[in-house]
């Protein structure tokens, strides 16, 4: 059963910091790229930051300097470490798992940035 879990979202003011995780079972995560989306109210969901398999990555530029990406792949597990977070982060966030075709998402965790 392929399960993608983000923990780590919640409340913070601005200029904050937050780290969101995601955690994988159920596939062969070190041949994945992995991935983060966000979707605020009323907007599409986004990509924010993404990590081929080989730790190759790649940031939105609202994000770039701010956000960094990366993953464990003895953990299974992607990490977004978010810094000097301002109002317009506020988002769910979810992540992703791609490979030729085959996609897999997580169920979302809140991300609120607000004094």
């Known amino acids: 059963q392929v399960q993608l879990v983000e923990s780590g979202g919640g409340l913070v003011q601005p200029g904050g910091s937050l780290r969101l995780a995601c955690a994988a079972s159920g596939f062969t995560f070190s041949r994945f790229a992995m991935s983060w989306y966000r979707q605020a109210p009323g907007k599409e969901r986004e990509p924010v930051a993404a990590i081929t398999s080989t730790g190759g990555t790649a940031y939105a530029d609202s994000v770039k300097d701010r956000f960094s990406i990366s993953r464990d792949n003895a953990k299974n597990t992607m990490i977004l470490q978010m810094n000097s977070l301002k109002p317009e982060d506020t988002a769910v966030y979810y992540c992703?798992?791609?490979?030729?075709?085959?996609?897999?998402w997580g169920q979302g965790t809140q991300v609120t940035v607000s004094s």
């Open positions: 992703k798992a791609a490979l030729s075709g085959i996609v897999y």
